[in-house]
């Protein structure tokens, strides 16, 4: 059984944390962010936030260590950031922004133009020799994986050559291909 909505959340200087109806908001220097949360008890004590449940119910079990990792992502978020890095593999894919405007050219007939979302900061890193890099930034741990997420997939890796657009450092399972 988990046992991670008994920890509480350390509160980092500089972050605030306000608990009213069935909203927590969170305000740091990197920006401010909402949760909605129902069937918990949170307080914030003493340079923490202590999540309680009311029952032993299996629905409020599982959202008591639900909304403690949500909380300790929003704080970890407004304090720190977070970041995903998307490398694009196989000859001829570029990637290249302006503004918030990515420009993607995965081997389809046209390029792909994605509009991504103002409180996400994006950055595209092309080195010779090296396979091109999209950078995602953002204060909101949900928004940045759901846009990596959907550049991601544009054009999922394949199992043979590993041709796509994968994160950096994530393991793919190769296969074989045909022998002769």
Partial sequence: MSRIGNSPVKIPDGVTIEVKDSVVTVKGKLGELTQEFSGIDIKVEDGSVVLERPSDS???????????????????????????????????YRASNQGQKLDLALGF?????????????????????????????????????????????????EPYKGKGVKFVGEQLRRKAGKSA
């Fill in 58 to 92: 299996k629905e409020t079990k599982s959202k008591h260590g639900l909304y403690r990792a949500l909380i300790n992502n929003m704080v970890e978020g407004v304090s720190n950031g977070w970041t995903k890095e998307l490398e694009l593999v196989g000859v001829g």
């Fill in 109 to 157: 007939s046209h390029n792909i133009v994605l509009d991504i979302a103002p409180e996400v900061k994006i950055e595209t890193i092309s080195e010779k020799g090296k396979n091109p890099i999209v950078k995602l930034t953002s204060h909101d741990k949900q928004l940045v994986g759901q846009v990596a997420a959907k550049i991601r997939g544009f054009r999922k890796p």
